[in-house]
């Protein structure tokens, strides 16, 4: 089953206005990620928070992370059309034995329009 | 920049062919990773491998095999491609020394299966 679920599964929003993706997850973890995948493409990483952050920032990116609610957000500012894309959170659940088993999300599809 | 390289962006073949999908990646990672995306389902792990020779199981490996014998390269192998493996497959990879950290990804080879 999937660890994490991202929140819309689509979003539709204008250029310059700020964009928010949540994700929930079910089980304790050791750290969260999030990726970008352009439409075909690979997954491209674009910001990891530990269990023990509240907070990271990056560029026009700022991620939270609630463990005791066991959710995240993504916030993307003054969004550009280049940022449509689709967003995955990717969990690292506790004992999972090691291996960097991360477990993707469904994505959030976003669109940036002109 | 970490390069991960898929050898074939697109393929078809037809149901009880063998496929292999090949995986090259040039940062001396110790582990890699097979992942298949499905609309709906997010990317689920198929194998993964933490050295040379060494693979382990995922979340769904029925029906695929994976090869290891050197560490830069990583195959996926279907012994009997069937419609139901019709997917987009990822390649990713990353560091030992970061068990949990980032995954770099390949461009993904889209597999069709008539």
């Known amino acids: 089953s999937q660890q994490g679920e991202e929140d819309p599964q689509a979003l539709s929003i204008q250029e310059g206005e700020n964009a928010t993706m949540n994700c929930s997850y079910k089980?304790?973890?050791?750290?969260l990620q999030w990726y970008r995948q352009n439409s075909g493409r690979g997954l491209v990483h674009l910001i990891l928070i530990r269990s023990n952050e509240r907070e990271k920032h990056s560029g026009r990116l700022r991620v939270t992370l609630d463990t005791s609610k066991k959710s995240s957000s993504l916030l993307i500012t003054a969004s550009r059309a280049a940022d449509t894309a689709s967003y995955f959170c990717?969990?690292?659940?506790?004992?999972?034995?090691?291996?960097?088993?991360?477990?993707f999300g469904t994505g959030t599809q976003l669109k940036v329009e002109l | 920049d970490v390069k991960v390289t898929q050898s074939s962006r697109y393929l078809v073949k037809r149901t009880g062919e063998k496929v292999f999908l090949e995986c090259v990646q040039d940062m001396d990672h110790e582990n890699m990773f097979w992942y298949r995306q499905d609309p709906g389902l997010g990317l689920r792990l198929i194998y993964f491998s933490y050295d040379v020779k060494m693979k382990e199981k995922g979340d769904i490996p029925e029906g695929y095999s994976v090869s290891r014998e050197k560490k830069e390269r990583f195959s996926l192998i279907l012994e009997s491609a069937s419609t139901n493996q019709t997917s987009m497959y990822l390649c990713?990879?990353?560091?030992?020394?970061?068990?949990?950290?980032?995954?770099?990804f390949g461009e993904g080879s889209r597999l069709t299966v008539l």
């Open positions: 089980t304790s973890i050791n750290n």
């Open positions: 990713a990879s990353s560091f030992e020394g970061e068990w949990h950290g980032e995954l770099f």
């Open positions: 990717a969990t690292d659940p506790i004992l999972t034995g090691g291996g960097n088993k991360l477990t």
